[in-house]
């Protein structure tokens, strides 16, 4: 039987190998047990994906799980978590994007989407409303993917599209796949797993609509829930500025990957890249799916030479890693990142690849000779020209395609100016300059070298005082912000010392992932006004009404543990090692502008969110009784 | 366009003390289009209609669906037979006009004399039947009123033809088929829809339904119906054909004769000439509907609308002008919308055969979805076709009623600020980008 | 008392919630398709323009309908529609000019827009202000504002 309250009820497997179409009914138990998006993918992967598969072989198994509750009005649901094995890091690759994809594949009559197998040609895949083709893709292939998708929305109006660019087909290891123009589920190089497959696009579009279990509770939850949003402090400057909010404060913390992360923050930074500069170029908002918040802008170049430039951008991490690790201008992160989107590629491995050559060549460890050309800091021209041979493999491209880690092997002396963890490349924000919940969160991240799997549901971005404790972060809100948390009172008063004003920041690590996982398996955006007001409580409110299966708070973030869980297993079999998760040499010699990072502390709070994880401390595995606890075992 | 204005025409009216009593002939859409909008004008006046027949007003577009099946024999009434009293309209049942007086400024039924001040002539038209042989015998039938299509249903027809292919034809022959018909259609015409799509647009028609088991010969008439006291086969210039039932949807009649023989003017089409007010050219009487002849709202010229929608327009504009406004009736704009098994065909404006002009541009597309042309004359759109398209139309009607020049739209689409003022073209859009160059 | 929902496309993000509110309330359903009000995207120009029912003092949907099954409501100036004698042919869908006659797939109907009888959820959901419900008589200014902006220089 077909369910239309809240799932659309189905799963579809594709096997591009034997041109092979599986259509499986959603089981309760996995609605229960993972939720949908980034749980659903969990799962999938942990079981489909063979020990030791080659991620760019036929084996990889790429999943597309759309949030439980995408389709709804519920504030920001929109997104979808797509997965695999990554070829950049060997272990759980896992990214989430917005927009209307998500709700489309709903729509279209599925919650996930799992693509096995590898095309002898270059195909897409059309999905519609239950129907579904693998058709021929030559006629896209090769192309950009703004190009592609120019002929495919032009064929099937009012579809959308998840496709890879030419990094993809050319199998640049941190290529990304594309969601529509302007969006894309970026990191741990998804894109390459779908060139491998020979799999272009998949077009989507739905029409049958979602009903939500209890349609008048529903409404009123969700109505709740936007309230909730619109009254924290961080919506008001989120809703008029978007990410680009974070990009000062880091700035005069020293806590920026500046020349790759020779330095905490650029000399100009505050002129280049201040408020009114982005404000100049932006203009309207725009939004994903049911978002109150439209973080996105508008930009539109009209001088200089990039004059003419016309898209949706001005997100925090993409410029700044280009800004301030590339030195690149403000206008030519624009260009950058319009390449990125063309070609299909991460605009933060990207960077920091393209900032690990420049530092290359600024040493001498590559000249100008191996490059073509001469590649300076701040030169946009060069770096741009870069950008082109990275996603064609050209020259020296062809190996710095390969991302940081690989690339620092291959080149003689390259591995230092690496700045990856796991081999993904670290996005612009420096532990140096601030240690908080959120730096910690990028060695605990099942994905690597990233900062978006955890973060601070309370961040003050206004202190910085305690930078090196690595125990605890400035709380810095009142009594009030304290209390309207939405988190166990237990573990809140674990997590939050009042009196000293402190967070734990291995507690509130823990805690964060959960919540984000959860955020992620629902497909609410984790965007800071939406993840300090939303918790778990209401969440459950809007789940249960939505879906019409009774959850709580407590179990949904047993659920949210348990994707977190399945997915710190699934490296641990591809082989994680408990050393893995530390941040590149440079920190910890030398002290970027900042303060060089203590190892032996970071090895300490480590293994507190290893305790607070209810995991072995030492080897920073499930323990025995946490995997029964979940029922993994 | 202009539109009625209740204000001006009551100011006129002061002035016309004279109108007390206005008549209708008909019951159709021109005839109590007429009325309401007296109505809705003068809650005073009296209003007189009188019809033949003995039901309210029907929608004649919805028998096919009746004849179907896919609505009740009730749907196809869009009035109660109270409505008129509530409306405060006399409603005559069941008379037959015989003679319109204009001098004595009355009109007489087979039993009263009836004054007007004003009269409104609303006779329609009746489906045209040649005088063939066998055309009489039984199980011949046209599709005019409800009880045509009671009268097919209780013949229980199996194998049908149907002459003619215009929209009525069309549309009965796929109600028909849901009845389990064999049904076969026969146009004297090299193509299916002559009067309403052009050859590409038909031909993909015609294809729809023959594939969906509707036999179609085109290039064909019929000349003669046999049978032993009902029908049993017919024979067309080319073949015989059996069949038990044959559905003549060949075009329609005007009934002018009435009007005629008071010694009002007809066009050379055959239809009661009228101005742009719907005057006929004896003062007083006006006439709307299927029964005259108008004029195209693009292209001038004298045309039969036959269309519900301009019927009731025109009957909008003599029922105003009636009481001594000055409306003006733009001209019939045909707009035609056919539902060929779940896809939708539109024409709208007109068609190549009724631009004959070498000036002509013609813009194709084919979407995923759907089929479409566009026919530009002087920088203008003058007719639109598509098949299977439902989204942006209204905008390309919008665009063809304000006769936009092209250029100008070329201009909007390549200029942002524009677009955004003029965003109501913007769904149109997929149609237009070709004309950019 | 006329009042009407006025739409500003300037300040649409295009997140699609007063689609979601319109079908979820009318139809318990959530899907753009079944709302009463529609957004033309165009993402490459980063242009969103809701657009919905206009009530036309003098509609083409009306003038149009093969079953006059449209109307006027004089009091609320709303148009109208007795659905239950809707055969859906389209007609009207094709005759609107803002794409506003949607058709519901559910109960086989068109539709239009009818400010949800005074409290349009629509304008309630929209976070950006692009649509609002106003007085005409209070609000001559806005309207003509919109209307001027709609309006065609040659
Ligand atoms: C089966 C069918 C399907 C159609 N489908 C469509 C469609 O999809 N779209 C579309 O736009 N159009 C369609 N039409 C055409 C449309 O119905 C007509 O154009 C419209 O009904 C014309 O209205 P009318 O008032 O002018 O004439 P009619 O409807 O013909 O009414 C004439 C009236 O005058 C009365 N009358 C005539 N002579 C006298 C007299 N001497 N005394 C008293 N009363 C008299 C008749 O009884 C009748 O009440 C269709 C027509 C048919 C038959
Ligand atoms: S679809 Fe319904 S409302 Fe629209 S014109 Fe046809 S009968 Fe009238």
Redesign the interface.
């Known amino acids: 039987m077909r369910k239309s309250i809240g799932y659309a009820g189905l799963i579809l497997e594709v096997d591009l190998s034997e041109q092979h179409l599986r259509v499986r009914e959603l089981p309760d138990d996995m609605c229960r047990g993972y939720l949908g998006g980034i749980g659903f993918n969990a799962r999938i992967v942990y079981d489909q994906v063979p020990a030791g598969t080659d991620p760019l072989g036929p084996d990889n198994v790429l999943v597309f799980g759309v949030g439980a509750m995408v389709g709804s009005p519920f504030p920001t649901a929109s997104r979808t978590e797509v997965s695999a094995k990554s070829p950049m890091t060997g272990l759980f690759g896992t990214s989430n994007s917005g927009m209307f994809f998500g709700i489309q594949l709903k729509n279209a009559g599925f919650d996930a989407l799992v693509i096995k197998g590898q095309s002898p040609t270059p195909v897409y895949l059309l999905i519609e409303d239950g129907s579904v083709n693998i058709l021929g893709a030559a006629e896209i292939w090769g192309q950009d993917s703004w190009a592609a998708l120019d002929i495919l929305k032009n064929k099937y109006p009012g579809a959308e599209a998840a496709l890879i660019g030419p990094a993809g087909e050319n199998r640049v290891r941190f290529a990304c796949i594309e969601n529509s123009y302007y969006d894309a589920w970026a990191r741990t190089g998804l894109g390459a797993v779908m060139g491998a497959k020979k799999l272009k696009a998949i077009v989507v579009r739905g029409r049958q609509g979602l009903s939500p279990h209890r349609t008048d509770s529903f409404i009123e939850i969700a109505w709740k829930a936007r309230q909730l949003i619109e009254s924290s402090p961080f919506f008001q400057p989120f809703k008029s500025y978007g990410s680009m909010n974070a990009a000062m404060p880091y700035g005069s913390f020293k806590a920026l990957n500046a020349h790759n992360f020779n330095r905490g923050c650029l000399p100009d930074w505050k002129e280049n890249f201040a408020r009114n500069k982005v404000e100049e170029l932006t203009k309207g908002h725009i939004a994903c799916q049911s978002c109150i918040i439209a973080c996105a802008h508008w930009v539109e170049i009209r001088e200089g030479p990039y004059q003419g430039l016309k898209m949706k951008d001005m997100e925090v991490t993409p410029t700044v890693s280009f800004g301030s690790g590339c030195g690149m201008s403000l206008e030519a992160c624009v260009k950058a990142a319009e390449m990125g989107q063309r070609y299909g590629m991460d605009m933060v491995s990207a960077a920091s690849v393209m900032a690990m050559a420049a530092e290359m060549f600024t040493r001498g460890t590559i000249t100008a000779e191996e490059l073509g050309y001469e590649l300076n800091f701040g030169d946009d021209v060069a770096m741009l020209r870069l950008m082109d041979d990275i996603a064609h493999r050209r020259g020296l491209g062809d190996i710095l395609a390969e991302g940081a880690k690989l690339a620092g092997q291959k080149i003689a002396g390259g591995e230092e100016y690496a700045m990856h963890i796991k081999g993904l490349e670290m996005p612009m924000i420096d532990p140096r300059g601030r240690f908080s919940t959120w730096s910690l969160g990028m060695l605990t991240n099942v994905r690597g070298g990233d900062h978006l799997r955890c973060r601070n549901p309370i961040e003050n971005l206004r202190y910085n005082e305690n930078k090196f404790a690595y125990q605890k972060e400035r709380f810095g809100f009142d009594q009030k912000m304290y209390e309207a948390l939405d988190m166990p009172d237990h573990l809140k008063k674990k997590a939050i010392d009042l009196e000293a004003d402190t967070t734990d920041i291995a507690i509130m690590s823990r805690w964060a992932e959960d919540l984000i996982n959860l955020f992620n398996a629902l497909g609410v955006c984790i965007r800071p006004p939406v993840e300090h007001k939303i918790g778990p409580t209401i969440l459950a409110e809007a789940f249960t009404a939505w879906t019409g299966m009774e959850m709580t708070a407590e179990e949904l973030m047993c659920a949210a543990e348990r994707i977190w869980n399945v997915m710190k297993l699934f490296n641990l079999r591809e082989g994680e090692k408990t050393e893995d998760s530390r941040f590149p040499g440079r920190f910890y010699q030398e002290d970027g502008g900042a303060v060089k990072l203590d190892e032996q502390q970071i090895t300490r709070v480590l293994r507190q969110y290893y305790q607070a994880r209810g995991w072995e401390p030492d080897s920073g595995r499930p323990s025995p009784e946490k995997i029964k606890e979940l029922g993994l075992d | 366009m202009p539109k009625p204005n209740a204000d001006s025409c009551h100011d006129s009216l002061v002035r016309e003390h004279a109108i007390k009593t206005i008549v209708i002939i008909g019951n159709g859409a021109a005839a109590n289009s007429a009325a309401e909008t007296i109505r809705s004008y003068d809650p005073r006046i009296q209003v007189i209609m009188v019809a033949r027949e003995n039901v309210p007003e029907f929608s004649a577009c919805a028998l096919p669906d009746y004849l179907a099946g896919w609505v009740s024999r009730s749907q196809p009434f869009i009035k109660k037979p109270d409505d008129y009293a509530n409306m405060g309209i006399e409603m005559h049942w069941g008379q037959s006009v015989q003679r319109i007086d204009p001098h004595t400024k009355t009109v007489a039924t087979e039993s009263e004399t009836i004054n007007y001040d004003s009269l409104i002539i609303a006779t329609g038209s009746r489906a045209a039947v040649p005088a063939l042989n066998g055309s009489g015998l039984r199980g011949n039938f046209v599709i005019k009123d409800v009880a045509d299509i009671d009268a097919i249903i209780a013949h229980r027809p199996k194998h049908v033809l149907i002459v003619g292919s215009g929209n009525i034809g069309i549309e009965v022959a796929q109600a028909l088929q849901e009845r389990e018909c064999k049904v076969t259609v026969i146009e004297q015409r090299e193509r299916i829809l002559p009067r309403i799509f052009d050859g590409e647009p038909a031909g993909r028609i015609a294809e729809i339904l023959t594939s969906h088991g509707i036999s179609i010969y085109t290039g064909e008439s019929v000349v003669a119906i046999e049978g032993y006291q009902r029908v049993e086969r017919a024979f067309t210039d080319k073949r015989a054909i059996l069949c038990d039932t044959v559905v003549w949807a060949a075009g329609v009649r005007q009934n002018t004769e009435l009007a005629e023989s008071a010694g009002i003017e007809l066009g050379k089409l055959g239809g009661i000439s009228v101005d742009t007010g719907m005057r006929t050219n004896i003062a007083s009487i006006f006439a709307c509907g299927d029964c005259v002849e108008s004029h195209d709202m693009l292209t001038g010229k004298a045309t039969l609308s036959l269309l519900w929608t301009t019927a009731k327009d025109q009957g909008r504009i003599a029922g105003a002008n009636s009481l001594g406004c000055k409306l003006v009736y733009p001209g019939a704009l045909n707009l035609v919308v056919e539902d060929i098994y779940g896809q939708c065909a539109v024409s709208m404006g007109v068609n190549e055969g009724g631009l004959c002009n070498q000036d002509l541009e013609i813009f194709e597309g084919e979407s995923e979805k759907g089929y479409w042309r566009l026919l530009v004359r002087e920088d203008r759109i003058m007719g639109f076709q598509s098949l299977g398209i439902t989204t942006g139309l209204g905008a390309i009607m919008a665009l063809m009623k304000n006769r936009m020049p092209l250029r100008t739209v070329a201009k909007i689409l390549s200029d942002q600020g524009m677009m955004r003022r003029a965003d109501w073209y913007l769904p149109a859009r997929p149609f237009l980008d070709r004309l950019k160059k | 008392m006329n009042r009407l929902i006025i739409i500003d496309?300037?300040k649409c993000?295009?997140?699609?919630?007063c689609q979601?509110?319109c079908?979820?309330?009318r139809?318990?359903?959530?899907?753009?398709?079944?709302a009463r009000i529609l957004i033309?995207r165009?993402?490459?120009?980063?242009?969103?323009?809701p657009?919905t029912c206009r009530q036309c003092?003098?509609p083409?949907c009306a003038?149009?309908c093969?079953?006059?099954?449209i109307s006027k409501d004089y009091e609320t100036g709303i148009t109208i529609r007795n659905l239950e004698?809707c055969?859906s042919?389209?007609?009207c869908?094709?005759?609107?000019?803002?794409?506003a006659?949607i058709?519901n797939?559910l109960q086989e109907r068109v539709e239009n827009c009818d400010q949800c009888g005074g409290d349009p959820q629509c304008v309630k959901?929209c976070?950006?202000g692009a649509l609002k419900y106003t007085d005409l008589t209070d609000n001559m200014d806005l309207v003509r504002d919109a209307e001027a902006?709609?309006?065609?220089?040659?």
């Open positions: 496309s300037n993000t295009g997140c699609g919630l979601m509110a079908s979820i309330h139809n318990g359903q959530c899907e753009a398709s079944l033309y165009d993402e490459k120009a980063g242009i969103f323009i657009m003092t003098d083409p003038a149009a093969l079953m006059n099954v004698g055969i042919c389209r007609v869908q094709v005759a609107c000019p803002f794409a006659s058709f797939y959901y976070p950006y902006k709609r309006r065609l220089l040659p």
